[in-house]
């Protein structure tokens, strides 16, 4: 078969299951990043958690720009168990907010929510603990809603706006598709899908991975 001939049989299967991809346009083409567990922390909640006039110390910049990630870690703890060395990521918010995978949560036994970054409806209470306190975070943790970030210039060219809601086929060495993967529109963020680590386990998640995205 010719490579038009193999293109368009794709075309018709994807079809057929309800979806459509244009095989040669790479701008279709997302970068894929998991996302590990992570707490994002007021003012108040870094001072009780490590003293007053500390401040979030930047280890390294992350993908998303003025994001990073902090020299400082806490530890998580319920009744039910307890996971240390969890990473913050810096600047300082406005709300406190715990992300963990399903995993995460069921080990502490906590019941949180899939939400997106910034909805703390119906979150979990979790204790986070510090070297110089302990802070009581109540409503603060959630299990994160996959989704993509991208800029108005990255909308336009794959057509999409903020808040829809997207398919990503996955080229991975177990190859997934997501299909409620919600798009986030900001002239501040820089092109990916963020996935949590117990998706990237599922799908074989290696360096470099890429997504496509498909029809609404």
Known sequence: MTETEIKEVVRKVLSQQGLSANISDN???IPIEASARHVHLTEEAVKKLFGEVV???????????????????????TAKGEIT???????????????????DCIKLGIKAPVNLSGNL??????????????FEAKGSVIVAQNHIHMTPSDATSFDVKNGDV??????????LTFDKVFVRVNSNFSL??????????????GKDATGRLLKK
């Open 27 to 29: 701008k279709k083409i």
């Open 55 to 77: 401040k979030l110390k930047n280890k390294r910049n992350l993908s998303q720009p003025g994001e990073f990630l902090s020299e400082q870690r806490v530890k998580l703890v």
């Open 85 to 103: 060395n969890v990473a913050i990521l810096g600047p300082e918010r406005k709300a406190v907010q715990v992300e963990l995978s399903m995993t």
């Open 121 to 134: 409806k119906g979150a979990g209470d979790v204790l986070i603990v510090g070297e110089n306190g302990i």
């Open 166 to 175: 997207v398919r990503v086929a996955l080229d991975s060495a177990r190859p």
């Open 192 to 205: 990916a899908m963020h996935i949590d680590f117990d998706e990237a386990n599922a799908c074989t998640l």
